[in-house]
């Protein structure tokens, strides 16, 4: 009877090791390893604050963050990464205009820079906003690329920038497939 009770333990001992390798060793071990989107896209906004001196009265934009390769074209990678920027800034005690007409913020080609300065200005300008947070992001093979620039209205001075990659999972994948 212990024998068997022995062998038992022994054997559930066994199956159970696999699981732990893939605890440990991630992909390749069996188990599934996920990018903390939100982690490093709360990083990315902390870095941009400790840059840049902000008024705490004042609003700040966000636009939505778009394709480098397609500058007028987004996915939902690019507005939910917008979000959780809009979400961190106010959790550090920005306020942040919402802005449902957020493709008014989207460049487009041949006319970016034109289109940008003048209607960041005006909606800026209705906002009172003293900045106002852009994007870019770049996929390749095994990681997304993402810029952020926190840029003064005025002038379309850049203020502060923060760049990071994310190493593309099946979840950053789903993000960039959906429109």
Known sequence: MTRRLLLCMHLALALGLPGCAGYYYGERGGAV???DVLQANYQ???RLLETAPLDPRRSVLVATLVNVD???ESSRLGRIFSEQIAGRL???GVPVAELRLREQLVLHPGQGELLLSRE???VSQAHDAQAVVVGTYAVSGAMVYVSLKLVHPQGNQVVAASDYALALDENLRG????R
């Open 70 to 72: 397609r500058l007028q």
């Open 44 to 46: 990315a906004v902390d």
């Open 120 to 122: 960041l200005r005006e």
């Open 33 to 35: 390893v996920r990018t």
């Open 175 to 178: 993000l960039l497939q959906g």
């Open 90 to 92: 106010v959790q550090r």
